[in-house]
């Protein structure tokens, strides 16, 4: 089992910055790759982005390349999402996930999930 503890929730104005972390904990060694998911209000649960663990290749929705970027800390057992150019429709509920084989754009591949943290950007 992998575990998943999100941080860095806010409230953040338009073209405002924020940057969340995920740690794991537990057998990281079967993580095959970790990355984001979001869901907004009334909304569907959306892709954001991935990265693999031993390549480091990313992968982003349209909606957010460009402004967000994912990395990764491997001795930390950490992935960061670094939100820039911030608006009103990325406010969500962000998860965090993590896989043991694959990356995909539905959620429901993904074997791990945090258990989401808010974030709200206001116009």
């Known amino acids: 089992q992998v575990q998943l503890v999100e941080s860095g929730r806010g409230l953040v104005q338009a073209g405002g910055s924020l940057r969340l972390s995920c740690a794991a904990s537990?057998?990281?060694?079967?993580?095959?790759?970790m990355g984001w998911f979001r869901q907004a209000p009334g909304k569907e649960r959306e892709f954001v982005t991935a990265?693999?663990?031993?390549?480091?290749?990313?992968y982003y929705a349209v909606s957010v390349k460009g402004r967000f970027t994912i990395s990764r800390d491997n001795a930390k057992n950490t992935v960061y999402l670094q939100m820039n150019s911030l608006k009103p429709e990325d406010t969500a509920v962000y998860y965090c996930?993590?896989?043991?084989?694959?990356?995909?754009?539905?959620?429901?591949?993904?074997?791990?999930w945090g258990q989401g943290t808010q974030v709200i950007v206001s116009s």
């Open positions: 996930v993590a896989d043991s084989s694959s990356v995909s754009y539905s959620s429901n591949p993904w074997d791990y």
């Open positions: 990265i693999t663990w031993s390549a480091g290749r990313t």
């Open positions: 537990g057998r990281t060694s079967s993580i095959y790759a």
